[in-house]
């Protein structure tokens, strides 16, 4: 039976997300017990440099998650997603073991690169306020005029 579409590319932009406190708790849960797992150590060769979990969407009937991990250094990136992916059931299984729940939902890995586009921001920012003589201003000091000699 097809229900109604646009879950998978909803929830990537978190419009399909599970709703309420139990769609949050789970979600919490979910990103603590893959990031232990991860921390304890995936047997994927792929799986390789520091992982963090970021964040989990959850899909409205709790179903499926979309599992938002960093990976440093990036070039790392790519591969031990794939790593992750090929484990998720593992994983799910964890999730399972390490919570109360009965059921728990299919895990998707993606990587996340919002850390690394923020950083690229902020230095975009610093420069562009170093070009233009403001010292501070990408730290938000508020009314510096360079004056700090």
Do not use: C, W, Y
Not at 19 to 24: E, I, K, N, S, V
Not at 33 to 39: A, G, H, M, R, T
Not at 112 to 123: N, T, Y
Request: aromatic fraction near 2%; hydrophobic fraction near 40%.
């Amino acid at each position: 039976m097809h229900r109604e579409g646009g879950h998978e590319h909803a929830s990537r932009h978190g419009a399909g997300r599970a709703p309420g406190h139990r769609g949050a708790q789970l979600a919490s849960l979910v990103q603590r017990i893959v990031q232990n797992e991860i921390l304890r150590g995936v047997s994927d060769p792929r799986v390789r440099g520091l992982v963090t979990v970021l964040g989990v969407d959850l899909a409205a009937d709790l179903e499926d998650a979309t599992v938002r991990v960093s990976v440093l250094p990036a070039e790392f990136g790519p591969l031990a997603v794939q790593g992750l992916n090929h484990g998720a059931a593992h994983l799910r299984q964890a999730v399972l073991k390490g919570s109360r729940i009965r059921h728990a939902p299919r895990l998707r890995f993606a990587l996340d690169d919002s850390l690394k586009r923020a950083a690229a921001l902020e230095s975009a920012m610093r420069e562009a306020a170093a070009d233009a003589g403001i010292e501070g201003a990408a730290d938000g000091a508020p009314g510096d005029d360079g004056a700090t000699e």
